[in-house]
């Protein structure tokens, strides 16, 4: 299986007219000859190739337009932008250069999604298991899968790594990726829809015939404000379901998820959810252990059993949230029973680090105070015997609000916790660990005895698993699959479970075990 760059172009070469693209523009105004040709679409500067259309996009770090000179001298034959530039090649200035790059790159790649159904999958958590339990149906049905990922784009043969930190990438390469879909012979695409990509006009363009969430609580408010415009943005998915009389996938366990309802006014509706009869796909006799959980799906009064690795009640919802999916794609409840049955789990979610110690260790996405509070309730419900020990960290620039909420949620269900580093960005990683240990210390925490905060993760870590005693369970949450944490504008190399095991292995515990 040959890995690249998320960033990666297909070999084969597009070429489109200024004049050709400009028409998917209402009111944009040339500036130049509209019969010049463009051979690619390029949003940095530095990604610009010979012959390429440049889009400056005004950004939170960075303003294309400061960057159109350089995209000329890389060989970009036209540029689109926000005002009018002095530059020897023709412009197209448009109100919002995000908002027009869409549907430009849908046309330049021939609007791939008119080709490959397409599904979206949102929701504040699950979207990537969701996405890999779904494959994993499709996969089993005879589908030829294609995934638009958090850690990876997968389609055919190729795995291409994402690094951008961006689970739905620019509008560009979304229809670059969902092209190549197209040409490696997919049958169906599925993408994780956030709410950033679909407020920032990321997935605008893109023709769904499925839209799925799983679930919508605190997170994003730095960019939304409030939870309603987070609500919202997601809500932008169902709408698009609503555009092409597609099908929309409800939990109706969630508040949140369910308040997307009254979009879906001309979609054929499926609700699913866990212990209920009023649910189209229901979860039932669930059984949960360390090792995986049991379970019984129903649709349409068929039953069938299942038995996945996949631990915890909250991926049991995934799961019923995938079936939903595929029975909207008429595939059988036996199909997906049997493919969920053969899902294998997914890089940095619950994910063990086994060297021979003598307690558990687990890696996780967690990074919200309901993602973090349901992994803990799980872990806390199958150690019963042994401590729980929390690392934990809060992204820099992102929400603020819920690091107080987290470091309460980590104080209350772990034994004791060691707050340190996510994502510092431009932000003092100090200051961020001092507003999450506030939320340990309002529910009477104390530093040193409950609580302890160490800025750099690896000693965090390192600290952490000293600690941990026989039978004890250590989660690493926040970082997952990620592979770098980031400092300013700099990522730094990391691989938290790598970080762990070697850890481990300097503590004495070096016997590589394989589940």
Excluded at 66 to 84: F, L, M, N, P, T
Excluded at 93 to 101: C, D, I, K, Q, Y
Excluded at 480 to 503: N, Q, T, Y
């Amino acid at each position: 299986m040959r890995n690249e760059s998320a960033k990666g172009r297909p070999h084969t070469r597009q070429t489109r007219s200024i004049a050709e693209l400009l028409a998917e523009v209402p009111g944009g105004l040339l500036i130049g000859n509209g019969g010049t040709t463009v051979q690619g679409i390029a949003y940095d500067s530095r990604d610009v190739r010979p012959g390429d259309l440049f889009c400056a996009l005004v950004g939170g770090y960075f303003d294309g337009h400061d960057y159109v000179d350089s995209a000329v001298q890389h060989g970009a034959k036209a540029v689109i932008v926000e005002r009018e530039v002095a530059v020897s090649v023709p412009q197209i200035v448009v109100n919002n250069s995000r908002a027009v790059l869409a549907p430009i790159s849908a046309a330049f790649f021939g609007h791939p999604s008119h080709s490959i159904p397409v599904v979206g999958i949102t929701g504040t958590d699950g979207k990537t298991t969701t996405s890999y339990m779904l494959e994993s149906i499709f996969t089993h049905a005879g589908y030829r899968t294609g995934v638009l990922g958090t850690i990876t784009v997968r389609f055919g043969v190729k795995v291409l790594d994402v690094d951008t930190r961006q689970t739905t990438p620019e509008s560009t390469d979304v229809q670059r990726h969902l092209s190549s879909m197209v040409e490696s012979g997919a049958d169906i695409a599925i993408v994780e829809a956030t709410s950033h990509g679909l407020d920032l006009h990321r997935l605008d363009s893109v023709d769904f015939a499925t839209a799925a969430v799983t679930n919508i609580t605190h997170e994003h408010l730095e960019h939304h404000k409030t939870i309603d415009a987070y609500r919202r943005a997601k809500a932008k998915l169902f709408e698009a379901v609503d555009a092409t009389g597609g099908a929309a996938i409800v939990n109706l366990d969630d508040e949140g998820a369910r308040s997307l309802l009254p979009y879906a006014k001309r979609s054929r509706v499926l609700t699913y959810g866990l212990d209920r009869q009023d649910a189209d796909i229901a979860a039932t006799n669930i059984e949960l252990s360390a090792d995986g959980s049991r379970y019984v799906l129903w649709c349409d009064g068929n039953r069938e059993e299942v038995e996945t690795l996949a631990v915890g009640r909250f991926n049991v919802a995934n799961a019923a949230c995938a079936v939903a999916v595929a029975r909207a794609h008429d595939i059988s409840l036996e199909d997906s029973a049997t493919g969920l049955g053969r899902f294998v789990g997914v890089p940095g979610r619950m994910e063990p680090v086994r060297n021979g110690q003598p307690f558990a260790v687990i890696v996780d996405y967690a990074h919200t105070p309901e993602s973090v509070d349901k992994v803990l309730s799980l872990l806390r419900s199958l150690t019963p015997s042994g401590r729980i020990v929390l690392v934990m960290g809060s992204a820099g620039e992102r929400d603020p609000s819920k690091r107080p909420l987290q470091g309460a949620v980590g104080a209350r269900l772990a034994d004791f916790c060691v707050f340190t580093t996510e994502d510092p960005r431009f932000e003092d990683p100090d200051e961020i660990i001092h507003q999450i240990a506030a939320g340990a210390i309002a529910i009477g925490a104390v530093e040193g005895q409950d609580y302890f905060c160490v800025t750099d993760r690896r000693d965090a870590i390192e600290f952490a698993l000293s600690s941990a005693r026989e039978g004890d369970c250590v989660l690493l949450a926040g970082k997952g699959h990620e592979r770098s944490i980031i400092w300013g504008l700099e990522k730094r190399p990391w691989d938290e479970a790598a970080v762990a095991a070697e850890i481990l292995s300097g503590l004495g515990f070096d016997k590589i075990e394989t589940r």
